[in-house]
């Protein structure tokens, strides 16, 4: 059995793809991966899709782009924790600001996350989440 173990991919995409494919050749009754962040799950998820072990291994991660929408789609990533970007902004600015005007500041702030599965995927406040300059009005 493996024991709890941790690699660093140093959010390089193909880093964890390596790291990924020699963790699976090495561990066969692997049954889940987390990855830290956007790239790193997507090395992960191209490592599992290419090996076809999607049905034997649970990919969790963090952050989320339109490619890690597309793994969940194809069932290779199982969750995703994303950050509310809005929250981290606004308690930012706020928590200066009381900084400035009386000294204090807090210990510890939680802007909050947000369990992205298959099955909530394309509810509007996930859509947001998700995709924040789809309906923004952002023009490229």
């Not at 991966?33 to 649970?58: P, Y």
């Not at 099955?119 to 789809?134: R, S």
Request: proline residues 3%.
């Amino acid at each position: 059995m493996l024991e709890e173990k941790t690699w660093y991919s140093d959010g390089i995409e193909s880093k964890a793809y390596r790291e990924a494919l020699d963790i699976l050749n090495e561990h066969k009754d692997i049954s889940g991966i987390f990855g830290t962040n956007e790239k790193t799950v997507m090395g992960i998820a191209r490592a599992i899709e290419e090996r076809g072990l999607k049905d034997q291994i649970s990919l969790f991660g963090f952050d989320g782009n339109y490619e890690e929408v597309y793994y969940m789609e194809k069932d290779i990533l199982s969750a995703l924790v994303v950050q509310r970007p809005f929250n981290m902004g606004y308690l930012g600015i706020k928590t200066v600001v009381e900084e400035a005007r009386n000294g204090q500041k807090p210990q510890y702030i939680d802007t909050g996350c947000k369990l992205i599965t298959k099955d909530n995927l394309f509810t509007p406040e996930n859509n947001k989440l998700l995709f924040p300059l789809i309906n923004s009005g952002f023009k490229q």
